[in-house]
């Protein structure tokens, strides 16, 4: 069964700087386009950063020129570096497999915390 498995959440202050690996038990990996959304209290998963099978990536306008999204295919692992992180970005990060040609989701992570005081 595929598992997806986040960590690397933590408390930290207004900014800092997190990574957030996650790893894919997925099969053929390198196929599929993956991605980390993010839910705060209160609010819908939203879809924060995505990384193409060829690693094109593309960023809400929230974290644009703060995090970055990468993927080490032999490790079936993909990363979040979330730089000067704010206040704002206090949210459970989930990681995501999308579907093959598809914006639609295959796969979750459970999820990891991340607070970041002010």
Known sequence: Q???VESGGNFVQAGGSLR???VASTGLF???PMGWYRQAPGQERELIA???D???TNYAE???GRFTISRDNPNSTIYLQMNSLKSEDTAIYYCARFRLGS???GAWGRGTQVIVSS
């Open 62 to 64: 929230s974290v644009k």
């Open 50 to 52: 995505e990384i193409s």
């Open 103 to 105: 914006s639609n989701v």
């Open 20 to 22: 957030l690996p996650c």
């Open 2 to 4: 595929e598992a997806l």
């Open 30 to 32: 390198a196929l599929y």
């Open 54 to 56: 060829g690693g094109v």
